[in-house]
């Protein structure tokens, strides 16, 4: 990423320094800014916990994250060395005035060995129980009272619920302004993320296009072929919709289906995307059953391993009914997409890992090529590939090589490992750089996280009160519960097979005969 903009002098102070969110994302993510000299000249993380630790211990378990995880691969001791005299341990208890008088003291300390003031940032890496407590302290010791030079950054889960995740913001706004907080949803420091900004309003060619007239529906999947992994005691209180739903999807909804910004002021973005979230259609609590299903896994197989099922996950309920698959169908009341059905799907467990948004555009209006010249019609689709491949798919109708006029579906891809000479950062290397920048473009509002906690209260609400009773209802491996077809099936529409980005044994199939398929 390397960046040559100077960043003023941090002190990066974060809760819950010897917890799992640093070592594994945090500490990589801020080494791999130094890496490629993107940290300040004048840095120090101060990493602030319950348990004793010195200096010396925490930064060895700090190294053996960075070599697992950092895109750099192992550090060398001479760089990691040179990047580990930043970190320092302070011992304290979340919930104690003291812990915030010496945390005072040492940013206090450090301005004054670098003869200078410093932006403070504080993120809160802790579990959850803690984001209602630490801003209150940190106001109370007057941590949070500089508007330009003291921020706090938090991650979901923002709030349970509409009325947590109120009363979370409520007690952030009571210390802090909103222009101080940064609310981190991964997905918006994703590379392919941030394109679909890009794409859609640095070129002429779609928008034009990208409306009620032209598109008939449009699908967005995050796919993934990992269980819950060692998370089972957190994710069975939260589930799908509020795991993945409530926030990445909702992300992914708001930057295709958005008006276009008039200009990259951090607000300016944030409104547009906020009125997209505004403009869903409330769904009736009585209609929860036809716009949203929800699945769980049972046992099954993927890539040839079998896999056991969600019940029988550690830290999970042996009769949960916890979904680990939620799928929505929603509407935009709005000129743009009024009546265009927006899928979205999620769930965990499925055949691959595979997140992308599939733009289905309407068929021609008159077909004027005979019956006969078409190999396997199909109308033009604009696939946004976020990961693991990276990169944009267009299929469109193409004549096939002879002397009839035959048609058949081609693809047209853009692939960012083909064309970049750059690999992705990590997302939290963008997140915590543009925090460092004080730029809160790609962090969620306080407005935006109700809104769309409000929209899925029906649906949180209804499945709260009737349990499924079939789970678990698909089996690992598959592509979700059976149901998932009637979201989209009543309007003849399908889920997209997820496209192909690598362009492997390509030109085997383009150049298969006419009539093969
Ligand atoms: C997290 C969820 O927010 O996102 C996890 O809590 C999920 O359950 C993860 O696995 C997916 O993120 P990514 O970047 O791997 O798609």
């Given at each position: 990423m390397k960046n040559t903009e100077q960043l003023e002098p941090t002190v990066f102070v974060i809760f819950g320094g010897a917890g799992d969110l640093t070592w594994r994302k945090l500490i990589p993510a801020l080494f791999d800014l130094s890496q490629d000299r993107s940290l300040p000249a004048k840095f120090a993380i101060i990493a602030v916990d319950r348990i004793r630790l010195r200096d010396g211990s925490l930064r060895r378990r700090l190294h053996g994250g960075v070599n697992q995880f950092s895109r750099f691969g192992k550090a060398r001791p001479a760089e990691w060395n040179q990047f580990a005299q930043h970190i320092h341990y302070q011992q304290g208890d979340f919930k104690k005035p003291s812990t915030y008088a010496a945390l005072g003291g040492q940013c206090a300390a450090l301005e004054k060995q670098w003869g200078t003031k410093a932006h403070r940032i504080f993120y809160m890496a802790t579990p959850p129980a803690m984001f209602g407590e630490i801003p209150k302290y940190l106001g109370k010791a007057g941590l949070a009272r500089d508007r330009e030079w003291a921020r706090i950054v938090i991650e979901k889960p923002i709030g349970y619920d509409l009325a947590s995740a109120l009363s979370l913001n409520a007690v952030l706004a009571a210390s802090f302004t909103e222009s101080q907080i940064f609310r981190i949803?991964?997905?918006?420091?994703?590379e392919t993320v941030q394109n679909i900004l890009a794409f859609r309003f640095a070129n002429p060619l779609f928008e034009p296009i990208w409306n009620r007239r032209y598109v008939d529906y449009v699908t967005i999947t995050v796919a993934e072929s990992v269980g819950v992994e060692h998370r089972g005691g957190y994710y069975d209180r939260a589930g799908a919709l509020r795991d993945m739903v409530q926030n990445h999807l909702m992300q992914l909804l708001c930057l295709v289906a958005m008006e276009p910004m008039v200009s990259f002021d951090a607000d300016e973005i944030r409104n547009k995307k906020v009125d997209v979230l505004h403009a869903v259609r409330p769904i009736h609590p009585d209609a929860v059953s036809q716009c949203a299903v929800r699945g769980q896994y049972g046992p099954g197989t993927i890539a040839g391993a079998k896999v056991p099922g969600y019940r029988e996950e550690a830290g999970v309920a042996p009769d949960s009914q916890t979904e680990t698959f939620a799928a929505l169908r929603l509407y935009l009341d709005n000129w743009r997409w009024q009546d265009v059905p927006f899928y979205l799907r999620t769930g965990k467990r499925l055949p691959q890992q595979a997140s992308e948004i599939s733009i289905q555009f309407r068929a021609v209006p008159h077909r004027s090529f005979p019956p006969g010249a078409s190999l396997g019609w199909q109308p033009s689709r604009l696939v946004m590939s976020i990961q693991p491949d990276e990169g944009i798919v267009l299929g469109f109708q193409a004549k096939y090589p002879g002397p009839k006029m035959q048609l058949r579906p081609v693809d047209m891809r853009f692939s960012y490992r083909e064309s970049f000479d750059a690999p992705s950062p990590d997302a939290y290397e963008t997140l915590l750089w543009d925090v460092m920048k004080n730029d809160a473009t790609l962090f969620m509002r306080a407005d935006q996280v109700e809104a769309a906690w409000r929209l899925l209260t029906p649906v949180l609400e209804a499945w709260a009160t009737a349990q499924p009773g079939d789970f678990p209802n698909y089996d690992s491996g598959s592509w979700g519960p059976e149901a998932v077809q009637g979201l989209l099936a009543h309007q003849d529409h399908r889920w997209p097979q997820i496209a192909v980005l690598v362009k492997q044994g390509d030109a085997k199939r383009n150049r298969t005969r006419p009539g093969s398929r």
């Open positions: 949803d991964h997905y918006l420091g994703k």
